[in-house]
């Protein structure tokens, strides 16, 4: 009943660009954050950052000053525009948003399938 669908990823020399897009679509009542996971080979999911309805954001440590959530609250997306990519940003990224329906009670957290980013030279 909820989709979220995510692209933008690819394959990057260090110290390039990627913006990334996860559009959320379905029977959705209100979305109450949005976000970006990551999991690189062979470790866990970590979050990289969050945007809340009221526009209040987080950021991991490691990507502080390198990139940036933003989020269209009319068309329920969400953006993530990453500069300076380094090797170690190499990952599958993962769209998250925590929301209610119109079918539901209850707040739920959808994932998205996943884009790979390859940070590579």
């Known amino acids: 009943q909820v989709q979220l669908v995510e692209s933008g990823g690819g394959f990057v020399q260090p110290g390039g660009s990627l913006r990334l897009s996860c559009a959320a679509s379905?029977?959705?009542?209100?979305?109450?954050?949005m976000g970006w996971y990551r999991q690189p080979p062979g470790k866990q999911r970590e979050l990289v950052a969050s945007v809340t309805s009221g526009d209040s954001m987080n950021y991991a440590d490691s990507v502080k000053g390198r990139f940036t959530i933003s989020r269209d609250n009319a068309k329920n997306t969400v953006y993530l525009q990453m500069n300076s990519l380094k090797p170690e940003d190499t990952a599958v990224y993962y769209c998250?948003?925590?929301?209610?329906?119109?079918?539901?009670?209850?707040?739920?957290?959808?994932w998205g399938q996943g884009t790979q980013v390859t940070v590579s030279s």
């Open positions: 379905g029977s959705i009542f209100s979305i109450y954050v």
């Open positions: 998250n948003a925590v929301l209610s329906t119109t079918t539901m009670r209850g707040r739920y957290r959808y």
